[in-house]
Nanobody
Framework: QEQLVESGGGLVQPGGSLRLSCITSGLTVPNYHIGWFRQAPGKEREGVSCESRSGGSYYVDSVKGRFTISKDNAKNTVYLQMNNLKPEDTAVYYC??????????????????WGQGTEVTVSS
């Protein structure tokens, strides 16, 4: 059974950093696009970043230069390093996956395997 479990959220001051982890089980990471999404209070869920099965990555404009997605295939784990965090980054962050043959990973409406989420709060 495919499963994703996120961790690493918490409370951080503006300008601080967090690293989110997504541990996968029941799926072979190289065969999937893996993405990070977030949902802020009162807002729709949005795709933040993804890494394709071919290794290409995508970032939404609001996090470019601050967030970095990476994966460790040996550990079946995907990370999201978040630096220079801003209050507007406050949200529940979700890891998601889709088994896909496409080259690009940014078709966020196709992701169909989801974790339970981890909460990130950026506040002084």
């Amino acid at each position: 059974q495919e499963q994703l479990v996120e961790s690493g959220g918490g409370l951080v001051q503006p300008g601080g950093s967090l690293r989110l982890s997504c541990i996968t089980s029941g799926l072979t990471v190289p065969n999937y696009h893996i993405g990070w999404f977030r949902q802020a209070p009162g807002k729709e869920r949005e795709g933040v970043s993804c890494e394709s099965r071919s290794g290409g990555s995508y970032y939404v404009d609001s996090v470019k230069g601050r967030f970095t997605i990476s994966k460790d295939n040996a550990k079946n784990t995907v990370y999201l390093q978040m630096n220079n965090l801003k209050p507007e980054d406050t949200a529940v962050y979700y890891c998601a996956a889709v088994r896909s043959l496409t080259y690009y990973c940014s078709a966020f409406d196709t992701y169909n395997i989801w974790g339970q989420g981890t909460e990130v709060t950026v506040s002084s």
